[in-house]
């Protein structure tokens, strides 16, 4: 059974950074595309960053170009999310999710494509 774990979240004050944490179970993690979603009070999970299990591509949303990265360790199992610059409007709970990619190059930014998905983890900025 493949299992996600979030860590790293918390509270911080507009401007800060965060670094978030997913451990991945199982012994095929990376043959897995992994991305990070959010979803803030009141509004749709979101996406914001993929990247390949080859870690050639990466994928962010619009919103957060520029200030976030996505990166992995694959012989940790592990998936991370760099937050620099964190702003009131990335208040959210941030799932990590992971699905198996067919090509090592392949992003997903659509929920559809991952089949697995964490618990989530709170992120809050304060203005």
């Known amino acids: 059974q493949v299992q996600l774990v979030e860590s790293g979240g918390g509270l911080v004050q507009a401007g800060d950074s965060l670094k978030l944490s997913c451990v991945v179970s199982g012994r095929t993690f990376s043959t897995y595309a992994m991305g990070w979603f959010r979803q803030a009070p009141g509004k749709e999970r979101e996406f914001v960053a993929a990247?390949?299990?080859?870690?050639?591509?990466?994928n962010y949303a619009d919103s957060v170009k520029g200030r976030f990265t996505i990166s992995r360790d694959n012989a940790k199992n592990t998936v991370f999310l760099q937050m620099n610059s964190l702003k009131p409007e990335d208040t959210a709970v941030y799932y990590c999710?992971?699905?198996?990619?067919?090509?090592?190059?392949?992003?997903?930014?659509?929920?559809?494509?991952?089949?697995?998905w964490g618990q989530g983890t709170q992120v809050t900025v304060s203005s």
């Open positions: 990247i390949s299990w080859s870690v050639i591509n990466r």
């Open positions: 999710a992971g699905g198996y990619a067919p090509g090592s190059r392949s992003v997903y930014s659509s929920e559809s494509a991952y089949t697995y």
